[in-house]
């Protein structure tokens, strides 16, 4: 069935616009908003919720199921960042290179993460965008952190090439698996890892 979003726009064109609404959504219109973290949480994953609804794509073209093999792959994947995190919490000179942070880290890692980050951002990009364009979804998805790498002071070129870099690799994972559930699980892992990492940092200087 045609969507609002897929009338009068051909194939073609469909991943383009989704991913110039997507990048307009996070740059522009996110912001403008003026919304607290968890505000923005709520915000990002209606947004997401919304244009998978409009995409017309149906469950299984969105990487819905398959969720056996999208754990499967998802649990192998998500060890690496975990591994490699605890390497960095046990190595002195590696663990002053993090960049501390005193959010609260409940809410960082059971909240904001799975819902304003993964959820969000796996359903636009691995959902969605996959599934009208692998090619163009890491694209977009490295255009996503356009605004978030302004906030945090960082390199918004370098910001966005890893981004679109760690998009390949995530939108590689969910056509391997045929599941969004395992870069879905890559992408928790990452996130949630660093989020305790911080928080350690944050906590160690505390107390020096």
């Given at each position: 069935m045609?969507?609002?979003l897929a009338t009068g726009v051909e194939p073609a064109e469909r991943p383009i616009l989704t991913g110039l609404v997507t990048t307009a959504w996070s740059t522009y219109v996110l912001p403008a908003a003026g919304l607290g973290a968890r505000g923005r949480a709520v915000a990002?994953?209606?947004?997401?919720?919304?244009v998978a609804?409009?995409?017309g794509s149906n469950?299984?073209?969105?990487?819905?199921?398959?969720?056996?093999s999208g754990l499967k792959w998802g649990a192998a994947a998500a060890a690496i960042p975990v591994l490699g995190s605890a390497v960095v919490a046990a190595v002195p000179a590696l663990r002053r290179r993090v960049r501390p942070s005193e959010d609260d880290l409940a809410e960082w890692v059971l909240f904001r993460i799975p819902v304003g980050t993964v959820l969000t951002e796996e359903l636009l990009f691995r959902g969605v965008l996959d599934a009208a364009s692998?090619?163009?979804?890491?694209v977009f998805f490295g255009l996503w952190h356009i605004r978030p790498a302004?906030?945090?002071?960082?390199?918004?070129?370098?910001t966005v090439a890893a981004t679109t870099v760690a998009g390949v690799v995530f939108s590689w994972l969910r056509a391997r698996s045929g599941s969004v559930l395992a870069p879905a699980a890559l992408h928790y892992a990452l996130n949630a890892s660093g989020a305790v990492l911080a928080h350690l940092t944050a906590t160690e200087r505390e107390r020096s």
């Open positions: 045609r969507t609002a990002n994953a209606s947004f997401a919720v919304a609804a409009v995409s469950a299984e073209r969105l990487g819905l199921r398959n969720a056996a692998p090619a163009l979804s890491p302004r906030a945090a002071g960082d390199s918004v070129a370098g």
